[in-house]
């Protein structure tokens, strides 16, 4: 009974360390692109995921603007809109577009996404002086942003 304890918390704690180190590990959700399909799919999910953030920051800058939203959590709202949107960029530059009709997709939503982050930029740096009221003006470029994704997923589907 004795020489079971000290093995049962060996293999506990060798448990433990698994759990631990796979729980530090964030799988890449974006993996290659073998056909024109397969990047399309992939283009139109990432236009789909800018898109909301897109539409998150024109929401909480239209409730700033009304004054029914504080100030510290308008940032922090728009801030994590404004990462979600920078990893959703970064995982759709890393896949290699298969083909030249690819390249043009590719070159298309880089500049939508481009445009919705310098956008979503400027919101939030309006937020985080302070400048809630009208925030929903700073915003206004968005309704663009907005607009240019739902044709570009219009367009790919």
Not at 110 to 124: C, E, S
Request: proline content about 4%; charged content about 25%; some cysteine.
């Amino acid at each position: 009974m004795r020489g079971e304890f000290p093995a049962r918390r060996c293999a506990m704690a060798v448990a433990l360390v698994v759990v631990m180190s796979n729980a530090g590990c964030a799988p890449h959700l974006v993996g290659p692109a073998r056909t024109r399909d397969d990047f399309q799919r992939k283009a139109k999910t990432t236009a789909q995921k800018a898109l909301s953030s897109v539409e998150t920051v024109r929401l909480m800058a239209e409730t700033a603007g009304r004054g029914d939203s504080f100030g510290p959590y308008t940032g922090i709202t728009i801030s994590e809109q404004e990462d979600s949107l920078n990893d959703v960029q970064g995982d759709f530059d890393s896949i290699q577009p298969p083909d030249h009709a690819s390249d043009e997709v590719r070159a298309e939503l880089d500049a939508l996404l481009h445009d919705a982050m310098d956008h979503i930029a400027a919101v939030r740096v309006a937020a985080r002086r302070g400048v809630l009221v009208g925030l929903d003006h700073v915003a206004a470029p968005l309704t663009t942003d907005s607009a240019a994704l739902n044709s570009f997923l219009e367009s790919v589907s």
